[in-house]
């Protein structure tokens, strides 16, 4: 029975802490500098360069942008070639949309989210320092092809055939396809560690219902991002196979259909546009209830709009393809869904206004305030053009024009930028040691607010004048002329608003910890006092606004008595909790900084793009060192449980180390199968859509490989669970500890071998997979699972070399599960491609 | 050192998580249901009122089990979860779970509604 | 109610009344959503003015509750601060108003689907960057054109849509919403013009290259009219110029392009058979009349970038003056 975590018997540690503790903290916790910069992982430093990266990437895209108003401010102008505009509004979206936007949220979770849940790191620091890295190489080699003329052209969201190898030759598709797909990568790597943290590190007595909103929006967005970026790296995994190897997915010819794209594309493009803006909606629940010195109104139903809203978007992809022809009631499923996602973010604006009603006193309008009373105005009209367009007669005159991209800024500038803006002033306090000026931060929103209603609502109505979008140049006929120019103000007018906040920014944002740090009076606990070391001791917390309710916490905190005010197993440590409940578990030895995972991102970056540019031997061997530095990554991580269960305060001793399914790293692999989950099913259905489309080109049963083949790949893939079982059950029961790397092997390879049966009949049978769509979905299943059995096996190689340097023991044994883990799911997945593969053809 | 056996805190909270979803859970299984068959339907020619019908079924039995969510949310709550060591769900999940049933509601009324509007396999 | 009725009962008188309750009055062209002159079109419209007018009574909502809850009187501003304001007026009042906005919208696309039955069909097929167009005719021939239709006013017109390459979109605003031409599937799309006049048409989904400059022309016309250009297409070329047709095959012409009664056949190229009586060339880039097709001649490489058609910078002022005088006389 733990002990009560209730208030009543005061703060849990004594006062005056023991001499040095602080100090060793600092020790602990220090950020390498100078050249060793890159091997930082503390979250404010990842979090503070990720969000850096980002708004970087935002004003380059908005001066692509800026470039494009330019020529369309009059019709037949000639200041930017056509091919030249192409590239341009292409990279203008994918930048926004995958350099900017999602990184930029992710950013604040990643430098927030700690603080807020007194954490003193996210649960994989280093994972993290991994993302951000390999977004930023590879980001800063993207955005540059459009300096050479090497930039994509085919709009942000590729459609088949267009960007086909026939249609679209030379690099810059696939620089586009491989260039999101690490950052992809980045995006789930931040994901595992958000819902980690948000679920696993809260402060004890932080139960679900007292976690900041952003918490919650931020684990709602992690799991968003776990279902829906898969679709797209299948997707983009596919076009990048047709355009090298030819294998036909969209190609009609071969029985493909470039519909596939966009159902895949979309049913993650429409999540992910509320990927984006959910944790801006987060943030602005966090300001306004300190806006308006009282409690959020409503915090339940915020939550219910948060989660209602995150699933009810998987629900409405088709609404991007109502024009394609699609059977009237079909369209008119999705139509209702669109509908269904505009009710929560009523709730949500409703209960902002609400919160500012509970005032009691006259509302300051302080820069903050400027930003998110016009994200309510904007973001207003933005939803109501969202239902407008929700109506599918009226989408047909709307989709694809003007209409359209005045919609979607409205509502990603609304809905996210002017939040992101609010955020920047709001929190840096937190983050920077000199605050930025008011006076510039209101004569920045003033310019942005004008600057953007003057750019963007004309566009609504040029739109429906009949301007279509991706246009370089209009004909005068349209009248559209006088609109287009008012909008070119507009954006520069806009940018004028940007260029002041940046300005700002130079002159006084300064990275570290300044002298006051809750100018705003805020409630919550990012606003405790902060060292490198995070807070001093981590709160016991009892309400939604702790320091509100109990202002003497932030002074307790600081003279370290509350819970882990010191280091106990000399490393980096937080505390680990119960996911509803907040009850201490145990405590995390965290790593620290190191070389490992930067040279794992960049390797990972490089390979990557050499293989875009098909220079593939350098290619390997960039993978080859990364894969070997994060292997060295991950030698360090397991410290095992040194000495036994520490005392945390409170009278509460906890373990330091877990494994099993309360363990950090068993919750992490479940998330990454989660992924790959979700990846198969995008898979499934892309077979089943396919097939649907075109049953003829499906096998008769005669010309299948045959079914001895699935059952011998089967039995290899239950043999190679089995022999890991074996493993497993040895270890417990305390037998030959010298067997168990050889069986932990042996799995891997029964497992590989079972994946290659199923491959090898395949092509016995003589399937090829550039004959038709059928065959190179056959392949892909191998293809999907072959990657997994290969992971396993460099996982299983891994843990057997712990085993041999005795490493690995009764207690001591997280490699061991987590490749377990990964072996089951692998060895699952691969038989249920086997019964696909062999049983649908043979009943259906 | 690993965790008791008893109910581990993952699968508790599986069962949670679900809990909390269901109603939006069955929205979602109805969409697929209703956008597949009728997909399937019309690429295979199936008459246009047997697709009406089977979109019909699944809205009503979607709204039944979202009503029941409504109604009897603890009955379903100790079907989906063991019995935990400390509390129950508590008031703040059950109350979420419930506004989430309404909106999964409101979305499987919107979407069954339209065979009362649009024909089959139409035009588009 | 049928596209035929919609379209015989008094839709001049519609029109203006729409036209004069709506703002953007001024905003109508050949090319507007807000000229509304074909049944699709008018659906979309209607559902526009209905939605404008609820979307600014939603703003209003917004900015008066807004200005209650910073500057109001404690009571009102009480009641804004309750969770119950917050669920009438953020759950429960968009559920009302979006049920039945749907459920016109249903009732609507029920009509768009049900339109289509008509007796005239004409097949488009869009290729990087123009259209082609055919029409079929009952005895099961055929006449094929180029980035232009003619349709007659008061009859429902169906379009089959395909693509020879990539996915292009049909969009004549003023008639129609769009529909998309996807290769390997055909779309069709109901054109019911209710009012005569000449329309402009663009390609709204991203092609590549010179997707801008992909537009066409779409008259509409009473029904004798129509048909006596109809007469007038589906015969062959009428050669005035036999010198002209003469430089026309001697410089390569015919190997993409087709002139219905000479001896070039081949359609690579648009059809150009009744070329000169047509409204543009290039699929709206130039206007025939003046110095269109001399301009198109020498540079339309310039003036359409990336266009299919190969530059033919070795022709001769003269011959080009020559050339577009012949297809100029090609009515």
New interface residues.
């Given amino acids: 029975m733990l002990p009560s975590l209730s208030d009543e018997r005061g703060p849990p540690n004594s006062w005056p802490r023991p001499a040095g503790e602080e100090e060793a903290l600092r020790r602990i916790w220090q950020r390498p500098g100078g050249w060793r910069f890159p091997t930082a992982v503390n979250n404010t430093v990842i979090g503070a360069l990720y969000l850096g990266a980002a708004f970087v990437f935002f004003v380059l895209a908005g001066i692509l942008a800026l470039l494009m108003r330019v020529q369309l401010a009059s019709p037949g102008n000639e200041v930017v070639s056509q091919d030249l505009y192409n590239q341009l509004f292409t990279m203008h979206g994918t930048t926004m949309m995958f350099l900017f936007a999602v990184p930029a949220v992710e950013a604040l979770g990643v430098l927030l989210l700690p603080q807020m849940l007194a954490a003193r790191d996210l649960p994989f620091p280093r994972l993290g320092a991994f993302a951000v890295w390999a977004y930023i190489v590879g980001g800063v080699v993207f955005f540059s092809t459009i300096f050479y003329g090497l930039a994509p052209s085919g709009g942000w969201f590729m459609y088949p055939p267009l960007t086909t190898a026939e249609f679209s030759p030379g690099a810059g598709a696939d620089f586009w396809l491989l260039g999101i797909g690490f950052i992809e990568i980045s995006a789930i790597a931040g994901a595992i560690e958000i819902i980690v943290g948000t679920l696993r590190t809260r402060p004890p007595g932080m139960s679900l219902e007292k976690m900041p909103i952003f918490a919650w929006a931020m684990l709602v967005f992690a799991m968003m991002i776990v279902i829906a970026f898969p679709a797209v790296i299948l997707a983009t995994m596919f076009l990048e196979i047709e355009r090298s190897f030819g294998w036909p997915f969209f190609s009609v010819d071969g029985g493909g259909d470039p519909l596939l794209w966009q159902h895949l594309f979309w049913f993650f493009g429409h999540p992910e546009v509320y990927i984006i803006f959910l944790p801006a909606a987060g943030l602005v629940s966090m300001i306004v209830p300190t806006i308006a010195r009282a409690p959020l109104v409503g915090y339940r139903l915020i939550v219910v709009a948060l989660v209602g809203t995150g699933f009810l978007s998987f629900g409405l992809w088709v609404h991007h393809m109502f024009a394609t022809g699609l059977p009237a009631l079909g369209l008119a499923f999705f139509s209702a869904s669109s509908m269904a996602v505009a009710v929560p973010s009523g709730i949500q604006l409703f209960a902002w206004i609400a919160t500012l009603a509970r005032a009691e006193r006259r509302i300051r309008l302080t820069t903050p305030a400027l930003f998110i009373l016009g994200m309510l105005a904007i973001f207003t009209i933005g939803g109501l053009t969202g239902v407008m367009v929700a109506m599918v007669p009226f989408d047909w005159q709307a989709h694809d024009s003007y209409f359209i991209v005045a919609h979607l800024h409205y509502v990603l500038i609304g809905g996210m930028v002017f939040p992101l803006f609010a955020a920047f002033h709001y929190w840096a306090p937190v983050v920077s040691r000199r605050r930025l000026s008011e006076a510039a931060g209101r004569w920045s929103f003033a310019c942005m607010f004008v600057g953007f209603n003057v750019a963007f609502f004309p566009l609504h109505i040029a739109g429906l004048a009949g301007m279509p979008r991706r246009v370089w140049t209009y004909a005068g006929e349209l009248g559209v002329g006088e609109l287009n120019l008012v909008s070119t103000c507009g954006a520069f007018l806009l940018a004028a608003g940007i260029l002041i906040f940046v300005i700002d920014l130079v002159r006084n944002f300064r990275f570290g910890i300044g002298e006051e740090t809750n100018p705003w009076g805020g409630g919550t606990l990012e606003f405790l006092p902060q060292g490198v070391y995070s807070t001093r001791s981590i709160p016991r917390v009892t309400s939604r606004e702790p320091l509100w309710d109990r202002p003497a916490l932030a002074l307790e905190v600081a003279r370290g008595q509350h819970y882990l005010p010191n280091a106990p197993t000399g490393g980096r440590e937080t505390l680990i909790t119960s996911a509803i409940e907040a009850r201490p578990e145990y405590v995390i030895q965290l790593p620290g900084p190191s070389w490992t995972q930067w040279i794992a991102a960049v390797f990972t970056a490089a390979s990557f793009l050499l293989l875009t540019v098909k220079i593939v031997v350098p290619a390997l061997v960039c993978g080859a060192i990364a894969i070997g530095a994060c292997c060295a990554w991950a030698w360090q991580l397991d410290k095992g449980p040194g000495g036994g269960p520490v005392d945390i305060g409170g009278g509460i001793r906890v373990p330091v180390y877990m494994t099993g399914p309360a363990g950090h790293g068993w919750w992490a692999m479940v998330v990454l199968m989660f992924v790959a989950g979700s990846l198969y099913l995008a898979y499934l259905f892309s077979y089943l859509y396919i097939w649907t489309g075109a049953p003829e080109a499906w096998p008769s049963p005669s010309v299948l490989p045959p079914p001895g083949a699935a059952v011998a790949a089967i039995a290899a893939l239950g043999a190679a669970v089995a022999a890991y079982v074996l493993a497993e059950r040895g270890l417990d029961a305390g037998r030959r500890m010298s067997l168990l790397p050889w069986c932990v092997l042996l799995a891997a390879l029964l497992l590989a071998a079972g994946v290659g049966i199923g491959l090898h009949a395949q092509w016995q049978a003589g399937v090829r997979p550039t004959a038709s769509s059928y065959a190179a979905l056959v392949y892909t299943d191998s293809l999907l699972n072959g990657q997994l059995a290969i992971a396993v096996l460099i996982m299983a190689g891994f843990t057997a070399a712990r085993c041999w340097l005795g490493k690995v023991d009764l207690r001591r044994r997280a490699c061991l599960e987590n490749t377990g883990l990964l072996l089951r799911y692998t060895a699952a997945q691969a038989a249920v491609g086997q019964l696909l593969l062999h049983a649908f053809p043979r009943f259906v | 050192m690993r965790a008791p056996r008893a109910v581990p805190a993952a699968v508790r909270l599986f069962g949670t998580t679900a809990f909390v979803l269901a109603g939006l859970l069955v929205w979602g299984l109805h969409l697929a249901i209703v956008y597949g068959v009728h997909h399937l339907a019309c690429a295979r020619g199936v008459d246009a009122p047997v697709v009406a019908a089977i979109v019909a079924l699944a809205t009503f039995a979607a709204l039944g089990l979202q009503a029941a969510l409504l109604a009897k949310p603890r009955w379903i709550a100790s079907r989906l979860r063991p019995p935990p060591p400390d509390a129950p769900p508590g008031a703040f999940l059950e109350a979420v779970m419930r506004w989430l049933a309404v909106l999964g509601a409101a979305g499987v009324l919107w979407a069954g509604s339209a065979i009362l509007f649009v024909a089959a396999c139409g035009g588009g | 109610m049928s596209p035929r009725r919609q379209l015989l009962s008094g839709r001049a008188k519609r029109r203006s009344a729409l036209a004069a309750a709506m703002p953007?009055a001024g905003?109508d062209?050949?090319?507007?959503?807000?000229t509304g002159a074909g049944a699709?079109?008018a659906?979309?419209l209607d559902?526009?003015s209905i939605?404008l007018a609820g979307?600014i009574a939603?703003?209003l909502l917004?900015l008066v509750?807004?200005l209650?809850?910073?500057?109001?009187r404690g009571r009102a501003?009480?009641a804004?601060?309750?969770?119950r304001?917050?669920?009438l007026?953020?759950?429960w009042?968009?559920?009302a108003v979006?049920?039945a906005?749907?459920?016109y919208?249903?009732?609507?696309?029920?009509q768009?689907?049900?339109?289509?039955e008509s007796d005239l069909e004409i097949e488009v097929t869009a290729e990087?960057w123009w259209w082609r167009v055919v029409y079929r005719h009952e005895d099961g021939s055929s006449t094929e054109t180029a980035n232009e239709l003619r349709i007659p006013v008061g009859r429902s017109v169906r379009l089959e849509?395909h693509s020879a390459?990539?996915?292009h979109?049909f969009?004549v605003?003023?008639l129609?919403?769009?529909?998309?031409m996807?290769?390997?599937?055909v779309?069709?799309l109901a054109l019911a013009a209710g009012v005569p006049g000449t329309y402009?048409g663009?390609?709204?989904?991203?092609?590549?290259?010179?997707?801008?400059?992909m537009?066409f022309y779409v008259v509409a016309e009473p029904t004798a009219a129509f048909n006596a250009w109809l007469e007038r297409e589906r015969a062959d070329a009428r050669i005035d110029d036999p010198a002209g047709a003469a430089l026309f095959a001697a410089a390569g012409c015919g190997g993409c392009h087709a002139i219905r009664g000479t001896g070039n056949r081949a359609g690579i190229g648009p059809d150009l058979t009744h070329v000169g009586g047509r409204l543009s060339i290039g699929a709206?880039t130039l206007r025939v009349s003046g110095s269109g097709f001399v301009e198109w001649l020498r540079s339309h490489q310039s003036l359409k970038?990336?266009n299919r058609m190969p530059p033919f910078e070795a022709l001769s002022d003269e011959d080009s003056a020559r050339l577009a005088a012949f297809l100029e006389s090609l009515r």
């Fill in positions: 953007l905003c062209g050949p090319q507007s959503a807000f699709d079109a659906r979309a559902l526009w939605m979307g939603i703003v917004v509750v807004t209650l809850a910073l500057a109001g501003r009480r804004v601060a309750s969770e304001t917050v669920l007026a953020g759950l009042l968009p559920v979006l049920s906005l749907l459920v919208g249903f009732g609507l696309l029920e768009a689907a049900a339109d289509g990087q849509l390459d990539v996915i979109s969009w605003p003023a129609a919403g769009k529909r998309d996807i290769p390997g599937r779309n069709e402009r663009q390609c709204a989904e991203y092609c590549g290259g010179a997707h801008a400059l537009s709206g970038p990336g």
